[in-house]
Nanobody
Framework: VQLQASGGGLVQAGGSLGLSCTASGLTFRSYHMAWFRQAPGQERELVAASRRSGGEPYYTDSVKGRFTVSRDNAKNTMYLQMSGLKFEDTAVYYC????????????????WGQGTQVTVSS
């Protein structure tokens, strides 16, 4: 299994950035997919999750209204569109997958790859 996150970069506060997560070696549509992030000195946190069956995504409170997660099962790709970026959004962003019914629970996700760095300048 490979999940490759890309699209990170440096952006000014208030700006926008889009991330992509491309999957291989798995049946993408069979998995819940999620974005995690980890800032320096902080624990890794679940940012957003997309249920395999569709429906309303999950967002952590700090990104609600600013981030949008989506997926294209035909392309084996998940996206995270981020707007209104804040300094505190600075982190390495990782993509992850899960088949557990508790799709909003971070512990049930497997995180893959090196992630992509998002840096927001204040």
């Amino acid at each position: 299994v490979q999940l490759q996150a890309s699209g990170g970069g440096l952006v000014q506060a208030g700006g926008s950035l889009g991330l992509s997560c491309t999957a291989s070696g798995l049946t993408f549509r069979s998995y819940h997919m999620a974005w995690f992030r980890q800032a320096p000195g902080q624990e890794r946190e679940l940012v957003a999750a997309s249920r395999r069956s569709g429906g309303e995504p999950y967002y952590t409170d700090s990104v609600k209204g600013r981030f949008t997660v989506s997926r294209d099962n035909a392309k084996n790709t998940m996206y995270l569109q981020m707007s209104g970026l804040k300094f505190e959004d600075t982190a390495v962003y990782y993509c992850a997958n899960s088949q557990n019914v508790q799709w909003r629970v971070a512990e049930w996700y497997n995180i893959w790859g090196q992630g992509t760095q998002v840096t927001v300048s204040s």
